[in-house]
């Protein structure tokens, strides 16, 4: 059974940083493109950065130059790195991986007051 575990949201103030984690087990997890995605209250879920198994990054034009994608295949987790936060990141993030199936985690809160 594939699983995803998201952790690390949290609250902070505008300018600092969080570091989200994405678990998985049950999957191949080297093989499968990982992608952060976040939804914010009333907002339809957008995509965050993706890293794709071949170590190719993009990333939203709202989080370039702050937030930094990555992986550590050996210890099937995946890393969103969030710095400079903004009141405009809160939101819900999660991590999907993504080849011929898909699969979501659960999400993590995070919460940037001003």
């Known amino acids: 059974q594939v699983r995803l575990v998201e952790s690390g949201g949290g609250l902070v103030q505008a300018g600092g940083s969080l570091r989200l984690s994405c678990a998985a087990s049950?999957?191949?997890?080297?093989?499968?493109?990982m992608d952060w995605y976040r939804q914010a209250p009333g907002k339809q879920r957008e995509l965050v950065a993706t890293?794709?198994?071949?170590?190719?990054?993009r990333y939203a034009d709202s989080v370039k130059g702050r937030f930094f994608i990555s992986r550590d295949n050996a210890k099937n987790t995946g890393y969103l790195q969030m710095n400079n936060l903004k009141p405009e990141d809160t939101g819900v993030y999660y991590c999907r991986l993504a080849r011929i199936n898909d699969y979501w985690g659960q999400g993590t809160q995070v919460t940037v007051s001003s």
């Open positions: 049950g999957i191949s997890f080297a093989i499968y493109n």
């Open positions: 890293l794709n198994s071949g170590s190719s990054t």
